[in-house]
């Protein structure tokens, strides 16, 4: 993936697809090319999300270029996992709408975006498996007649969490957008949720660089953080070559630096409000992409706090407590505890650009790439990697 020059030519923006029963569906990538090139390499792009969205991983690609999406239709495969979106006052052009049929003949998926599926011109109903419209759009007219069957519907622009609640009202069968802008302030109080505690008394334990055997009658009192701890230890995404069996043997291939990144990960995971899913899957991918931006700019151990601060950067809202409170009694690094209270932390520029990407809004991707020396071919490198590490971990 690194070595595909056609990357340097993209912005690339990522979205999250939630069901109804707010569990991750899929992903949406924005791609936007870099004004006044040429068209950036159709194959090598789509060899690219390939590589990041192995099948059966639905991912939705918003190609905001005409000339771009002429070109990615016009490939001779594209894999079956990915859905690309056309938008509707594009799709209803003569030569285009023949090669969308023949796409659909040939199994392509394909998404109608702009408009919902009651307004799919019946010669192009049978093209599309999807049909995306805002959460902000009007209601379809009743002229435009029932949606076919074969749509799936779609509802994009969601912000907020109550966003989710509207997009399904208006008989979406998947919401399209991170729900992680806060509905109001966090004002709750107290101390952490009992079934975190275990979490917490471990990363203190581990702040402390405590011995293994200290550690191991807090796993051994909660089977169930024991078990979590070694599925995400396990993973792919952590790239181990032997299977870790116990926490002291954790520890011991790990060391303690490593092992903090995976026990924030877990108190991220821990709240058992199923409401509260997207914002977890949120700030998963928010850890892997913090770590691959500072991949350039610092030492293993400065990757490490960025990732633990992209993971706890959605902390306050999963928990129902602010930060000030809540870093009473969770031990993070000086530096992600700053990031976190002060928008003038070491990694809050960091955090700044992860929000502009996850809005998928160029002008401000391209503002805060800048303010960190970053290339929008780096920013796009590190949006897909870190698409194909959060996978490994869901």
Known sequence: MSNLPALDQLLIGYSTLTDRQRAPAGMRLTVVPAPGRTVPDAKALMQAVGQAFPAPALVMLNLADEALLDAVLA?????????????????????????????????????????????????LQNCFRYAITELSA???????????????PMVAGVLE?????????????????????????????????????????????????????????????????????????????????????????????????????????LLASGSRDPAVRPLLRASVYRGFLMEELGRNAGDDEMRGEMFVCGVFS??????????????????????????LLYPDGPYA?????????????????????????????????????AMASGRQVE
Request: charged letters at 25%; proline letters at 10%.
């Open 75 to 123: 490939e001779p495969q594209i894999e079956s996992n990915i859905v690309v979106e056309v938008p509707a006052f594009l799709a209803d052009h003569p030569p285009r709408a023949d090669v969308l049929r023949r796409l659909r003949q040939l199994g392509v998926g394909l998404a109608y975006a702009g408009r919902s599926a009651a307004e799919i011109p019946p010669v």
């Open 138 to 152: 009007p209601a379809s007219p009743a002229s435009a007649g029932p949606a076919p069957r074969t749509v799936t």
């Open 161 to 265: 969490l109550a966003d989710l609640d509207r997009a399904f009202a208006t008989g979406a069968a998947i919401a399209v957008g991170w729900p992680v802008e806060p509905s109001g302030p966090v004002t709750g109080k107290g101390q952490v949720a009992p079934e975190l505690r275990g979490i917490v008394e471990l990363m203190n334990r581990v702040d402390r660089a405590e011995p293994a055997e200290k550690m191991e009658p807090v796993l051994k009192t909660d089977p169930t953080l024991a078990y979590r701890l070694l599925r995400f230890i396990n993973s792919p995404a952590f790239g181990l070559r032997v299977e870790v069996t116990s926490f002291k043997h954790a520890l011991m291939l790990l060391g303690y630096g490593r092992l903090k990144r995976w026990l924030a990960l």
């Open 314 to 339: 959605l902390l306050d809202q999963m928990l129902r407590q602010p930060f000030p409170e809540l870093l009473k009694s969770v031990p993070v690094p000086d530096r992600v505890a700053s990031s």
């Open 349 to 385: 520029g960091y955090l700044r650009l992860v929000r502009a990407l996850e809005q998928c809004s160029p002008p401000d991707i391209r503002e805060r790439a800048g303010e960190l020396f970053l290339t929008q071919g780096e920013v796009s490198r590190a949006v897909l990697a």
